[in-house]
């Protein structure tokens, strides 16, 4: 039975730029996809020949040329830059790059309740902040519209226990006769909940237009940086291997 010849880069691109093989003659395909008998010997000389090629070139650190650049429409800059390879080797005891995992000595000196431990991260300025924005949001068409931090406080720890005893299913189904989580109930009223979400805000909206000019995440940006900066200075996390790029 005759076997497929295996073609080289080399002989395919002339295959493909060859006129005479986009010509089929009368009752045959085109003649580059033609089977034909291939020995042993050819068939290893081809794979030499890909084995042998030269290995291509990797861009090192002392490389420089300059990387290609796109500019987007608002005028930032985007740089095209390789991704180093990495090995990963088990963290020696004294290695200067081990740290004692869990909460920091400043997380430790506060934390006395389960509700401190909450404030080390989502702290009393960004609850402040957060009620301030959604009622400046609200009075935009509600000029008696009034939220209190302690108010908003329960707000959040409604999302916490439908995360916990109702995850799957629509939020307003806590509040049904059939699916009703009592706890929920007891904290806040439906109607009341569905206000402060749709008023909710991290950011004063008057002033986001020139924010964004220098800051495409300005919506969010001052919540989430002292996010980021409370999870740094109450907790380490556990590093058990040690990555090293090449």
């Given amino acids: 039975m005759a076997r497929q010849r295996m073609f080289t880069g080399q002989e395919v691109a002339a295959l493909l730029t060859n006129e005479d093989c986009c010509e089929p003659?009368?009752?045959?395909?085109?003649?580059?996809?033609?089977?034909?008998?291939?020995s042993d010997e050819e068939r290893s000389s081809t794979s030499d020949e890909v084995q042998q090629s030269p290995p291509r070139k990797r861009r090192t650190q002392a490389d420089t040329t300059p990387a290609p650049t796109v500019?987007?429409?608002?005028?930032?800059v985007w740089e095209k830059v390789g991704i180093a390879r990495s090995r990963v080797s088990s963290c020696l005891p004294n290695s200067t790059f081990v740290e004692p995992s869990g909460p920091t000595e400043h997380a430790k000196r506060r934390i006395t309740s389960r509700l401190q431990s909450f404030l080390c991260l989502l702290d009393m300025e960004m609850l402040r902040i957060i009620t301030d924005c959604t009622v400046h949001e609200a009075r935009r068409t509600d000029s008696s519209w009034t939220l209190s931090v302690s108010e908003f406080m329960a707000f959040v720890a409604i999302l916490f226990l439908r995360a916990v005893l109702c995850p799957v299913g629509a939020m307003s189904d806590c509040w049904s006769a059939m699916f009703a989580v009592p706890s929920i109930q007891e904290t806040m009223a439906r109607d009341r909940y569905q206000e402060i979400m749709r008023y909710l805000r991290f950011d004063n909206k008057d002033t986001r237009a020139e924010r964004a000019k220098s800051d495409r995440f300005a919506a969010i940006s001052d919540i989430w940086q002292r996010f980021v900066n409370n999870c740094i200075l109450c907790y380490t996390p556990v590093r058990r291997y040690l990555y090293i790029y090449e």
Wanted: hydrophobic residues 20%; proline residues 5%.
């Fill in 25 to 38: 003659d009368a009752g045959e395909g085109p003649s580059c996809f033609l089977t034909s008998d291939s």
């Fill in 71 to 76: 500019r987007a429409k608002d005028g930032t």
